[in-house]
Antibody
């Protein structure tokens, strides 16, 4: 069964850092690009980061560029999102998602709360 | 960056009725790289439609997608109780903005 499981969400103070992880199983992980997508409470979906299958190419929206870094370890079937300088508006459920052009497999999400 | 605008914001219908959801793009979506997702409370989004009109694996045939260029539609032919949810359209495979989502349409039971 194809599965993505996120972890690492926590309560963090503004200006703090956090690292999210996503463990992949059953989906030939290394051949797929991966993304992080977030959803603030009561809001819609927002794309946060992209990484190519090899890890050589990454993209970010303006809202997180320079603060967030996506990375992957294909040997470990894992994906990470390192987040720095966190702001109140980064509070959200963070999903990792497999890209097959579209996003066809999603994890259940991990919750990040930025608050003092 | 392509901006997607969904309408209506909320759609109130009864089981058995037909639902028509709209997604309009600020510029043409290349290769019809437009997808639709369903999200229920407390759950992750689920892929319904990709390539504007292809159903994802396991999606019932009451769900259909159509459109091209800047105007896209998701149609649910006969609503089942489990179809009441929020629906998002998404354009994908862009560079450097990899994808963007519409703001969502909430389909609620009348």
């Amino acid at each position: 069964e194809v599965q993505l499981v996120e972890s690492g969400g926590d309560l963090v103070q503004p200006g703090g850092s956090l690292r999210l992880s996503c463990a992949a199983s059953g989906l030939s992980y290394s051949v797929y690009s991966m993304n992080w997508v977030r959803q603030a409470p009561g809001k819609g979906l927002e794309w946060v980061a992209y990484i190519s299958s090899s890890g050589s190419l990454t993209y970010y929206p303006d809202s997180v560029r320079g603060r967030f870094t996506i990375s992957r370890d294909n040997a470990q079937n894992s994906l990470s999102l390192q987040m720095h300088s966190l702001r109140d508006e980064d509070t959200a459920v963070y999903y990792c998602a497999r890209e097959n052009w579209y996003l066809d497999v999603w994890g259940k999400g991990t919750t990040v709360i930025v608050s003092s | 960056e392509i901006v997607l605008t969904q309408s209506p914001g909320t759609l109130s219908l009864s089981p058995g009725e037909r639902a028509t959801l709209s997604c309009r793009a600020s510029q043409s979506v290349a290769r019809n790289f437009l997808a639709w997702y369903q999200q229920k409370p407390g759950q992750a989004p689920r892929l319904l439609i990709y390539g504007a009109s292809s159903r994802a694996t396991g999606i019932p045939d009451r769900f259909s997608g159509s459109g091209s260029g800047t105007d896209f539609t998701l149609t649910i032919s006969r609503l089942e109780p489990e179809d009441f949810a929020v629906y998002y359209c998404q354009q994908y495979a862009g560079e450097p903005v990899r994808c963007s989502f519409g703001q969502g349409t909430k389909l609620e039971m009348k």
